[in-house]
């Protein structure tokens, strides 16, 4: 236990202790500033910030214990016609609303953040590709089938996707690696929108050496 979770003991024994009630208060303000700091005010997401931390220790975590991490990273498509269109008011509510839909998808152990402007990312900690590309398809086409309700009615929205992998053979570093992910992000985007893009499995089968468990955590038994 640490220090912060212990419990608060008056020195004099004494049932109600002002200055322990305040100490208390504090921290709360403490745990709810740390939130702030970590968390997207419009989408309650996980923020930039704490993106970069998590990645960068499951990157690690995947270089020592072998098991794959995976990245999705997600972006709405013409989202500047949606503001532009029907007002920034209504833009945020359809944020809010693919921000619901990413967070009730995943597991708790993932980790949804508000990458930047109409952009999220998908952490999958201790999970092969081909598992985080079948998640994030299923979450295209709830998104895509899930019209938001607005002040002007209903707006359709889709998504573009981009995935790939951290291993312990990889080298690339975590800036290198999110640009690599956001390759296949653009990809899907010049595929035609509403469509996810991945390096391709038998491309990642020919560049990395893995036992056979190890190859079944990569890309599943199919």
Not at 89 to 95: A, P, S, T
Not at 121 to 140: C, G, S, Y
Not at 173 to 179: G, K, S
Request: net charge negative; proline share 3%; charged share 25%.
């Amino acid at each position: 236990m640490s220090e912060v979770d212990k419990p608060l003991i008056c020195p004099v024994e004494e049932q109600r202790c002002p200055w322990l009630d305040e100490i208390e208060s504090l921290r709360q303000n403490i745990e709810e500033l740390n939130e702030l700091v970590l968390t997207d005010a419009l989408t309650a997401l996980y923020n930039y910030r704490h993106f970069e931390y998590v990645l960068q220790a499951e990157m690690d975590r995947s270089k020592r214990s072998g098991i794959p991490t995976s990245l999705v990273m997600i972006d709405l498509d013409y989202f500047k016609s949606i503001n532009d269109t029907h007002g920034h008011e209504n833009g945020n509510i359809v944020l809010k609303h693919v921000a619901n839909i990413l967070i009730s998808e995943v597991r708790t152990t993932d980790v949804v953040c508000r990458y930047g402007g109409e952009e999220f990312a998908i952490i999958f900690p201790e999970t092969h590709l081909h598992l985080a590309v079948k998640v994030a398809d299923r979450i295209r086409e709830t998104i895509a089938f899930t019209p938001v309700e607005t002040s002007v009615g209903s707006i359709n929205v889709t998504a573009s996707m981009g995935a790939s992998v951290y291993m312990k053979a990889s080298i690339l570093p975590i800036d290198e690696f999110i640009d690599s992910v956001d390759k296949y992000l653009y990809e899907a985007k010049q595929s035609g929108r509403n469509c996810i893009c991945h390096i391709d499995y038998a491309e990642l089968r020919a560049v990395t050496e893995v036992g056979f468990d190890e190859r079944a955590m990569l890309f599943g038994n199919d």
